[in-house]
């Protein structure tokens, strides 16, 4: 059952992500763009390529380099055996900032690293761009709060996707889809300036044709819909190449194997952080295969 506390842990963590993301890439798009144009698309990709990196892989690669190799501690995971009553301020603040930082830096990075290629190569208004992200975000969020053991309102989602569980998966998703609504909401109420309209090339064949006389089916026919189908196609891709990420990331449900060999390779990582990004890595190039697939379809303008 979700409590108040829970929910307010999963709506800080997803505030505080959604802050982080959106700073975070409009600062280093401006950076790429004042490289030169050359630049944009080759960041763009390699922001893409990140972003398309099973989180629950990135997140195991990072407990496990921090905590195994160098030995550093992390507060929801590795709580520290001192009297409250005798820590001083800065203590307090220490740990209350360890408790925060890594879940939030590593939910924000694959949503920072799309929003990044997406401001760079899309088209799309950016506060739709941001919206666009709730579902990732609630779903990396529900992966944070399980690899950090934190008690927000989405710790129950990944058990309740393994075999023999007991909660439903629909009474465990309400919170997610409340989550994103949240996200969502939020991402089109952002205060924005007043974005300037660029007709399309299918709004200037529409409007020639209506000149010429020509009747909406018959523009439909001789010259819109092979590019709605390509718009389609294009659609297909994208979400198969999220699906497929987010599918890993959430433990692979109905494939057994297949998550019983991520588990292991999640708890080798205290002595290989290596071992979860080489079992991904062949899933994240699929899913950067689909994307770029989709791009090819219907090339976005340059």
Request: aromatic share 10%; hydrophobic share 60%; glycine share 8%.
């Given at each position: 059952?979700?409590?108040?506390?829970?929910?307010?842990?999963?709506?800080?963590?997803?505030?505080?992500?959604?802050?982080?993301?959106?700073?975070?890439?409009?600062?280093?798009?401006?950076?790429?763009?004042?490289?030169?144009?050359?630049?944009?698309?080759?960041?763009?990709?390699?922001?893409?390529?990140?972003?398309?990196?099973?989180?629950?892989?990135?997140?195991?690669?990072?407990?496990?380099?921090?905590?195994?190799?160098?030995?550093?501690?992390?507060?929801?995971?590795?709580?520290?055996?001192?009297?409250?009553?005798?820590?001083?301020?800065?203590?307090?603040?220490?740990?209350?900032?360890?408790?925060?930082?890594?879940?939030?830096?590593?939910?924000?990075?694959?949503?920072?690293?799309?929003?990044?290629?997406?401001?760079?190569?899309?088209?799309?208004?950016?506060?739709?761009?941001?919206?666009?992200?709730?579902?990732?975000?609630?779903?990396?969020?529900?992966?944070?709060?399980?690899?950090f053991h934190l008690p927000g309102a989405l710790a129950?989602?990944?058990?309740?996707?393994?075999?023999?569980?007991?909660?439903?998966?629909?009474?465990?998703?309400?919170?997610?889809?409340?989550?994103?609504?949240?996200?969502?909401?939020?991402?089109?109420?952002?205060?924005?300036?007043?974005?300037?309209?660029?007709?399309?090339?299918?709004?200037?064949?529409?409007?020639?044709?209506?000149?010429?006389?020509?009747?909406?089916?018959?523009?439909?026919?001789?010259?819109?819909?092979?590019?709605?189908?390509?718009?389609?196609?294009?659609?297909?891709?994208?979400?198969?190449?999220?699906?497929?990420?987010?599918?890993?990331?959430?433990?692979?449900?109905?494939?057994?194997?297949?998550?019983?060999?991520?588990?292991?390779?999640?708890?080798?990582?205290?002595?290989?952080?290596?071992?979860?990004?080489?079992?991904?890595?062949?899933?994240?190039?699929?899913?950067?295969?689909?994307?770029?697939?989709?791009?090819?379809?219907?090339?976005?303008?340059?």
């Amino acid at each position: 059952m979700m409590s108040f506390v829970s929910l307010l842990v999963s709506l800080g963590l997803l505030f505080g992500a959604l802050l982080l993301v959106v700073t975070t890439a409009q600062a280093l798009a401006a950076v790429a763009r004042g490289l030169g144009t050359w630049a944009r698309w080759p960041v763009a990709l390699l922001a893409q390529a990140v972003a398309l990196f099973p989180l629950s892989a990135l997140v195991w690669a990072a407990v496990g380099q921090w905590v195994g190799q160098w030995g550093l501690p992390i507060s929801s995971l590795m709580p520290a055996a001192v009297d409250p009553a005798q820590e001083d301020t800065v203590s307090r603040l220490a740990t209350s900032v360890w408790w925060w930082a890594p879940p939030l830096f590593l939910l924000a990075l694959p949503l920072t690293a799309h929003l990044l290629a997406a401001c760079l190569v899309g088209r799309r208004p950016f506060h739709h761009q941001v919206a666009m992200l709730g579902l990732p975000a609630v779903l990396g969020l529900a992966v944070v709060e399980d690899a950090f053991h934190l008690p927000g309102a989405l710790a129950g989602l990944l058990p309740a996707f393994q075999p023999g569980a007991t909660m439903s998966v629909l009474g465990a998703l309400l919170p997610a889809i409340f989550l994103a609504g949240f996200w969502g909401c939020v991402a089109l109420a952002w205060p924005r300036h007043q974005e300037m309209h660029h007709p399309t090339a299918e709004d200037r064949i529409r409007d020639g044709a209506l000149a010429i006389g020509l009747s909406p089916e018959e523009i439909w026919r001789r010259h819109l819909w092979r590019n709605q189908a390509r718009r389609a196609v294009s659609m297909v891709c994208s979400v198969a190449a999220w699906g497929l990420v987010l599918w890993v990331a959430l433990g692979c449900p109905g494939e057994e194997i297949l998550g019983v060999r991520f588990q292991a390779a999640y708890q080798a990582a205290l002595q290989t952080p290596q071992a979860p990004l080489l079992l991904a890595w062949p899933y994240a190039l699929w899913a950067l295969s689909l994307c770029l697939l989709g791009r090819i379809i219907l090339p976005r303008p340059r």
